[in-house]
C-alpha cells in the first residue's frame, strides 16, 4: 500500500476541482444567464449602489434553480462516491457499488408506491417520494443485511443476501407498476435520476444525513485500512470485522439513502469516482475517502451540465448520463485491473 | 377477411370530403339498428392500412377510451360489450378490468367480440387477435383537429353510422371553430403564451402534438417549441428554462387537489406570469388526452382561459 505523503496537496487539488466545477455549473443552463451577469449580480450584492445585470426573474433563477441544483448534485455525487469507496472496502471487491445491498431496490419501491398509490388517495405531494425513497433503502439494506448475518455475515453471504433482496424489491416493484401502467412515465423519470426537479428544500431535507453519514465515512477510513489486510488480521489486531462491516455498512448506507431521496437512481459514479481516485492517490482509505467525496461532487456536477444543456431546453435524465460514462469506463477496468490487480 | 397492408406505420386516414353541413353536434342517442350509413362490406383505413369489414358489428370490444367516447357519440353504444378500466365516459360505457395498454387476448375472446378496436400503443396484440379470426381496427392517435373530425367519421362508417358520425363531426368542427373564433374577436391581437405540463416531472408537449395543436388554433405560442427535435413532442424541461420564458398561461393535464398550488410553490414560480395572475388551469386529465367528441369541451376550456388571461394583461 502506497502511503501518499502529499495527503494535503491531494485535498487541495479535489478542492479546487470541485470550486470549479461549481463555479461552471452555475454559469451553465437553459436560461440565458451569462457568466458576466453572474459576476455582476455578485458585485451588486457587496457593492452598494451598483445595479446588478439581472431582472428579478432571472434572479430567481439563479438563486432558487439553478445554484440550489449545482449544490444538490455536488451533494449526491458525493455521497454516492464515498459511499461507493466505503462498499467496495467493506466488500474489498472494486466493483461494489451504493446500491449493492438493496437501497436502490427499497428506494424504488418506496417511491413507486407513493408514485402509484399516492395519486389514487389524491394525496401524493412531491414531498412524500423522497421520504419514502430514504425509508425504502434504509430497508431494503437492513433486509439484506439482517438476512446476510443469518447467514454467517461474511462479505460473501452479505453480497448474495443483497442480490437476493434487490431482485426481490425490484419484482415487487415491477408488480406495482403493473397496477398502474398510466404512471409508468413518472416512475421511469424518478428511476432515471436527476437534481433538477428540487431547490434548497431538497438540499436541507438531506444535508443532516448527509453531514452525519460523511463524518462517519471519512472517520472509519482506519479501519477500512486495516480490514483490507484481511478478517483474520484485522482480527489479530484487536479489530472486529463484523462490527466494521456493520458501522461502515450503516453509514454508507445512509449517505445512499439520503442521495437517492433527492435523486433517484443515479448509477455507476459510485464505482466510476473511486477507481478513478485510487490511481491518482492509491489505495489507503485515510485519503480514498476524503478525494472520493471531492472528486464526485465535482464530477456529479459536470455531469449534470451535460444533462442539463446536451438538449437544451429539454433535460436528459443523469442517470442516462452517467450510464453512457459508466459502460467504457468499465471497458478500461477491466483491460487494466489484469496489469494492476486492484 | 383480407388486409393490405399499404402504408405500414402512419395513418393516412380516409378522408371523406364532405361538406361540413352544421350539425349540432350534440350526443342525442341512436338506439342503434337503424341503417343510417349501414352498408357493408366497407373498407376503412386504420394505423395499419386498410380493413375489410364484411358485416356490421354487434360485438365491439373497445380498448381505447378515446374511441369507446366516440362510439357512443355516433350511436353505436348498443353495439359495444366491452370496453377497457379507462374507458369511464359516457356512464354507460361497458367499462371492464380489461387493459388497453397490455391486451389480454383471452379475455377479449371471452366476450366474443366481432370487432376489437385497439390503440396504438396495443398495436402488438393485433396479430394475435387476427390470428383467432377476429377483426382489429388499431385506431391512430390523431395529430391534428382534421384527424380527430375524421376518425368519428371512420368509425362511423366501420360501424354502420356514417351518417350520424358525420353529423357529430361536423358538429365538432363547428362548435370548435366558432368557440376558436369568439376567442379571438374577444381578446384582439395579444400575443400570448403557454406552458403545458403533462407530469408534475414537466414533461411538455410542443406544438407537434394534438392538444399542442389545439392551442395553437387559438392562437397560443408554446414554450416547449423550443425542444422541438426531442423526445417526439414531449420533452422534458429545465424548470430555470420555463421560469426564464415566463409563460401567460399554464395548463396542467393531470389530476390531484393540490396540483396547482404545488406549481405555485415551486422555486422561482412566484415570478411567472401565469402564477402571478392565477392563470394556472387544471384540465380534465381525460378530456386533454383523448382526441374524441369531448374535444369541444376541452376547446371550451382553453378558451375561458385564454379570455381570462387577455383581462389579466390588460389590467
Known amino acids: 500500500m502506497r502511503r501518499p505523503r502529499l495527503t494535503w496537496a491531494w485535498l487541495a487539488a479535489g478542492l479546487a476541482v470541485l470550486a470549479a466545477a461549481l463555479v461552471l455549473g452555475a454559469t451553465a443552463g437553459a436560461a440565458s444567464i451569462t457568466p458576466a451577469d453572474i459576476g455582476g449580480e455578485l458585485l451588486s450584492r457587496v457593492w452598494p449602489g451598483m445595479d446588478s445585470p439581472l431582472d428579478e426573474r432571472e434572479r430567481a433563477v439563479l438563486v432558487q434553480l439553478r445554484l440550489p441544483r449545482v449544490v444538490l448534485g455536488a451533494v449526491v455525487g458525493g455521497l454516492l462516491a ?28 418506496g417511491a413507486t408506491l407513493v408514485m402509484v398509490f399516492g395519486q389514487s388517495l389524491d394525496a401524493a405531494p412531491q414531498a412524500a417520494i423522497p421520504a419514502s425513497a430514504f425509508v425504502g433503502a434504509l430497508l431494503g439494506v437492513a433486509a439484506a443485511y439482517a ?9 460473501a453471504a452479505l453480497v448474495l443476501a443483497g442480490v437476493a433482496v434487490s431482485s426481490f424489491l425490484s419484482a415487487a416493484q415491477t408488480l406495482v407498476q403493473q397496477f398502474r401502467l398510466d404512471d409508468l412515465q413518472r416512475v421511469y423519470t424518478w428511476l432515471l435520476g436527476g437534481v433538477g426537479h428540487g431547490g434548497w428544500d431538497e438540499v436541507r431535507m438531506i444535508a443532516p444525513y448527509a453531514v452525519v453519514s460523511v463524518l462517519l465515512l471519512l472517520a472509519c477510513g482506519y479501519l477500512l485500512d486495516m480490514l483490507a489486510l484481511g478478517d483474520e488480521k484485522a482480527h489479530s489486531l484487536g479489530l472486529n470485522p463484523a462490527a466494521v462491516r456493520m ?3 450503516s453509514a454508507a448506507s445512509l449517505a445512499t439513502a439520503a442521495a437517492v431521496a433527492v435523486s433517484g437512481l443515479i448509477g455507476f459514479v459510485g464505482i466510476i469516482v473511486p477507481h478513478m481516485v485510487r490511481r491518482l492517490v492509491g489505495t489507503g482509505h485515510r485519503l480514498l475517502l476524503p478525494m472520493s467525496l471531492l472528486v464526485g461532487a465535482g464530477f456529479m456536477v459536470l455531469v449534470d451540465i451535460v444533462a442539463r444543456t446536451a438538449l ?10 452517467t450510464a453512457f460514462l459508466g459502460a467504457p469506463f468499465f471497458i478500461v477496468i477491466l483491460r487494466t485491473t489484469r496489469h494492476r490487480g486492484t | 377477411m383480407r388486409r393490405a397492408l399499404t402504408t405500414p406505420a402512419i395513418a393516412a386516414l380516409a378522408v371523406l370530403p364532405l361538406a361540413a353541413c352544421g350539425g349540432t353536434g350534440t350526443q342525442e342517442e341512436d338506439s342503434g339498428g337503424g341503417n343510417a350509413g349501414g352498408e357493408f362490406p366497407v373498407t376503412v383505413t386504420d394505423a395499419r392500412g386498410e380493413l375489410d369489414i364484411d358485416e356490421r358489428p354487434e360485438r365491439i370490444v373497445s380498448l381505447s377510451p378515446t374511441l369507446t367516447e366516440t362510439l357512443f357519440a355516433v350511436g353505436a353504444g348498443d353495439q359495444v360489450v366491452a370496453a377497457d378500466e379507462h374507458s369511464n365516459y359516457p356512464e354507460e360505457a361497458p367499462d371492464t378490468d380489461l387493459s388497453g395498454f397490455t391486451p ?14 385497439l390503440g396504438r400503443d396495443a398495436q402488438d396484440s393485433a396479430g394475435q387477435l387476427e390470428d383467432v379470426n377476429i ?23 366501420a360501424t354502420g353510422h356514417a351518417d350520424k358520425a358525420d353529423t357529430v363531426a361536423s358538429g365538432m368542427e363547428s362548435d370548435i371553430d366558432d368557440t376558436i373564433a369568439e376567442t379571438t374577436d374577444a381578446i384582439g391581437d395579444t400575443d400570448l403564451t403557454y406552458y403545458h405540463e403533462l407530469d408534475q416531472e414537466m414533461y411538455s408537449v410542443t406544438s407537434d402534438t394534438f392538444i399542442g395543436q389545439v392551442y395553437s388554433e387559438f392562437g397560443l405560442d408554446n414554450v416547449a417549441d423550443a425542444a422541438d427535435d426531442t423526445a417526439g413532442g414531449y420533452p422534458q424541461l429545465s424548470a430555470e428554462y420555463v421560469v426564464e420564458q415566463n409563460p401567460d398561461l399554464v395548463f396542467l393535464g393531470y389530476s390531484g387537489e393540490d396540483a ?5 410553490q415551486r422555486p422561482a414560480f ?9 392563470d394556472i388551469t387544471q384540465l380534465d386529465p381525460d378530456i386533454s388526452s383523448r382526441w374524441g367528441p369531448r374535444v369541444t369541451e376541452l376547446a371550451d376550456s382553453v378558451s375561458e382561459s385564454v379570455i381570462a388571461a387577455a383581462d389579466a394583461e390588460e389590467e
Open chain 2, 260 to 264: 396547482v398550488s404545488e406549481v405555485k
Open chain 1, 82 to 109: 464515498t459511499a461507493g469507496a466505503s462498499y467496495q472496502g467493506v466488500f474489498r471487491n472494486p466493483l461494489a457499488d451504493p446500491y449493492l445491498l438493496g437501497a436502490a431496490g427499497g428506494a424504488g419501491l
Open chain 1, 147 to 155: 438476512l446476510g448475518t443469518t447467514a454467517g455475515g461474511g462479505s
Open chain 2, 104 to 117: 389480454n387476448v383471452e379475455a377479449i375472446t371471452e366476450h366474443d367480440p366481432d370487432l376489437v378496436i
Open chain 1, 312 to 321: 437544451a431546453p429539454a433535460e436528459l435524465p443523469l442517470g442516462v448520463v
Open chain 2, 270 to 278: 412566484d415570478t411567472v406570469t401565469a402564477v402571478g395572475n392565477d
Open chain 1, 247 to 249: 458501522l461502515v455498512i
Open chain 2, 135 to 157: 377483426p382489429v381496427f388499431v385506431a391512430p392517435a390523431a395529430e391534428t383537429l382534421d384527424d380527430a373530425y375524421d376518425q368519428v367519421r371512420t368509425v362511423g362508417k
